[in-house]
């Protein structure tokens, strides 16, 4: 059973461009959720997806988009990429209801922007 | 709003000896608190979870976690560290006011440093 996986591994870009990054859940997991954790900072909410729609969001600007597919997977798209973008992306996905309901993690993509 | 806080950065213990990893929590209602490990160049790791019932809760690893609702904290802990332990360690809330939505609110992060 393979756990969330993400991809590309590692990305480098320059100011300006465009990136998406890519995560396939857990399986049988319906929800996705994207995190940024910066250079010794703890992962910070971006948005979360269920049933193809965005239905939570953090304190990031609309630069930040995503999109859910009918299988679950689920792309971060980042625009007009600046160098403070530079960070560590998780995703998580989970199992939707409950208050019990865990997030497992991807191992990330590493993003530096230069 | 709700938060986390992880007063140290790093905690140094000998292998063998018990260890403490310190979290406090501010929710407006019931909190729901988990704990989460990283290794280098790893995604985190889900060690355990507190929803509601019994303050002391046991992960995997070996790893536990005190609730306290009067001092607002929830220590990670383990009788007896390993040098493998060696690693990033969060601390999380879950948004209570949201609860369908999942959002997971994080700490800083505490480095444990294991010696052999």
């Known amino acids: 059973d393979a756990g969330v996986t993400q991809s590309p591994t590692h990305l480098i870009k320059t100011r300006g461009q465009q990136v998406t990054l890519r995560c396939s859940p857990k399986s049988g997991h319906d929800t996705v959720s994207w995190y940024q954790q910066a250079l010794g900072q703890g992962p910070q909410f971006i948005f979360q997806y269920y049933e193809e729609e965005e239905r939570q969001r953090g304190n990031f600007p609309d630069r930040f988009s995503g999109h859910q597919f009918p299988n679950y997977s689920s792309e971060l798209n980042v625009n007009a990429l600046l160098l403070g973008d530079s960070a560590l992306y998780l995703c998580a996905s989970s199992l939707e209801g409950g208050a019990t309901t865990i997030q497992y993690f991807g191992a990330g993509t590493r993003l530096s922007v230069l | 709003a709700q938060s986390v806080a992880q007063p140290e950065d790093q905690v140094n213990v000998a292998e063998g000896n018990p260890l403490t990893v310190k979290c406090t929590y501010s929710?407006?209602?019931?909190?729901?608190l988990f704990w989460y490990v990283q290794y280098p160049n790893r995604g985190l790791q889900f060690l355990l979870k507190?929803?509601?019932?019994?303050?002391l809760v046991k992960g995997s690893y070996g790893f536990e976690a005190e609730f306290n609702k009067s001092q607002t904290s929830f220590h990670l802990k383990k009788p007896s560290a390993l040098v493998s332990d060696s690693a990033l360690y969060f601390c999380?809330?879950?948004?209570?006011?949201?609860?369908?939505?999942?959002?997971?609110?994080f700490g800083t992060g505490t480095r444990l440093l294991v010696s052999p």
């Open positions: 999380a809330v879950r948004d209570e006011e949201n609860t369908g939505f999942q959002k997971l609110v």
């Open positions: 507190y929803i509601t019932g019994d303050n």
């Open positions: 929710v407006s209602g019931n909190p729901y």
